[in-house]
Nanobody
Framework: QVQLVESGGGLVQAGGSLRLSCAAS????????MGWFRQASGTEREFVAA????????SYGDSVKGRFTISRDNAKNTVYLQMSGLKPEDTAVYFC????WGAGYTYKSNEYAYWGQGTQVTVSS
């Protein structure tokens, strides 16, 4: 059974930083492109960032470019989201997601096969 478990969320002041982690139980983690999405209360799920299977390529949503960095450690079956310059509008539940085996990364949430339960990030002004 595939499990994705996010951690690292919390309450931070505007301008601060947080690092989210997502530990995956995927048997061949390195063959799954990974992504982060977020969903604020009353809104649709929004693409945040994605990383290729090797970690060599990344993609970001426009609202986080230049502030967030996605990375992965295939030896630890973990993907990270380093968030800096946080703004109140970054407040949301952040989800980690995995693409099907061998598939490339994408910004489209409906093309991810596995999802974590999410971790809350709250940015105070």
């Amino acid at each position: 059974q595939v499990q994705l478990v996010e951690s690292g969320g919390g309450l931070v002041q505007a301008g601060g930083s947080l690092r989210l982690s997502c530990a995956a139980s995927l048997h061949t983690f390195s063959m799954h492109a990974m992504g982060w999405f977020r969903q604020a209360s009353g809104t649709e799920r929004e693409f945040v960032a994605a990383v290729s299977r090797s970690g060599g390529s990344t993609s970001y949503g426009d609202s986080v470019k230049g502030r967030f960095t996605i990375s992965r450690d295939n030896a630890k079956n973990t993907v990270y989201l380093q968030m800096s310059g946080l703004k109140p509008e970054d407040t949301a539940v952040y989800f980690c997601a995995a693409r099907p085996w061998g598939a490339g990364y994408t910004y489209k949430s409906n093309e991810y096969a596995y999802w974590g339960q999410g971790t809350q990030v709250t940015v105070s002004s």
